[in-house]
T-cell receptor
Framework: KQEVTQIPAALSVPEGENLVLNCSFT??????LQWFRQDPGKGLTSLLL?????REQTSGRLNASLDKSSGRSTLYIAASQPGDSATYLCAVIPSYSGAGSYQLTFGKGTKLSVIP | DAGITQSPRYKITETGRQVTLMCHQTWSHSYMFWYRQDLGHGLRLIYY???????DKGEVPDGYVVSRSKTENFPLTLESATRSQTSVYFCASKLREVNTEAFFGQGTRLTVV
């Protein structure tokens, strides 16, 4: 069974700092990986989708990388701002069939606080 | 409005009552999902649907029923609500099985008393 881990569970950084959030998964057989942010009391907002054949994706100040062989992904946030404060979740779609096929399997997230 | 919407946003119900959570998407996405989010457990899949009239169980389906008679709607019913079903419920949709983004609704906070 695929398991997704995000460490640390919480992170606090000063405004302007560049930072990296980590995501690891136990089975490298995945179709794709998606990063989300979740603000308190809100739904999940999609940030980036990386297909299994890709190594990275970029959107504005965000850059996500994927290393399937080592079961790892990182989300790089450049020049952090207080508005970046949220919980960041990564999720993978395992490439095996069965119950819940093509579902997203989530990590528990990293809660980011950017201090002004 | 375009997108994926859930209703109600908040619901309080009593143990043993039936309650239905609604999910509507305007993109004609094939796949739809119901997740619950709980402290300590994260997001867990309850049910999913690959198309109208095609549904299947996820990780935690007990006590829930779904239907999908139309592509755009995917209601989730708690047949006899229990306190353990107090949670935040999220509906999601995506265009195809893989390599397309999943989009989430704003969630329904359900409290069973």
């Amino acid at each position: 069974k695929q398991e997704v881990t995000q460490i640390p569970a919480a992170l606090s950084v000063p405004e302007g700092e560049n930072l990296v959030l980590n995501c690891s998964f136990t089975d490298s057989a995945i179709y794709n990986l998606q990063w989300f942010r979740q603000d308190p009391g809100k739904g999940l907002t999609s940030l980036l989708l990386i297909q299994s054949s890709q190594r990275e994706q970029t959107s504005g100040r965000l850059n996500a990388s994927l290393d399937k062989s080592s079961g790892r992904s990182t989300l790089y946030i450049a020049a952090s701002q207080p508005g970046d404060s949220a919980t960041y979740l990564c999720a993978v779609i395992p490439s095996y069939s069965g119950a819940g096929s093509y579902q997203l399997t989530f990590g528990k997230g990293t809660k980011l606080s950017v201090i002004p | 409005d375009a997108g994926i919407t859930q209703s109600p946003r908040y619901k309080i119900t009593e143990t043993g009552r039936q309650v239905t959570l609604m999910c509507h998407q305007t993109w004609s996405h094939s796949y739809m999902f119901w997740y619950r989010q709980d402290l300590g457990h994260g997001l867990r899949l309850i049910y999913y649907s690959a198309a109208a009239d095609i549904t299947d169980k996820g990780e935690v389906p007990d006590g829930y029923v779904v239907s999908r008679s139309k592509t755009e709607n995917f209601p989730l019913t708690l047949e006899s609500a229990t306190r353990s079903q107090t949670s935040v419920y999220f509906c999601a949709s995506k265009l195809r099985e893989v390599n397309t983004e999943a989009f989430f609704g704003q969630g329904t906070r359900l409290t069973v008393v």
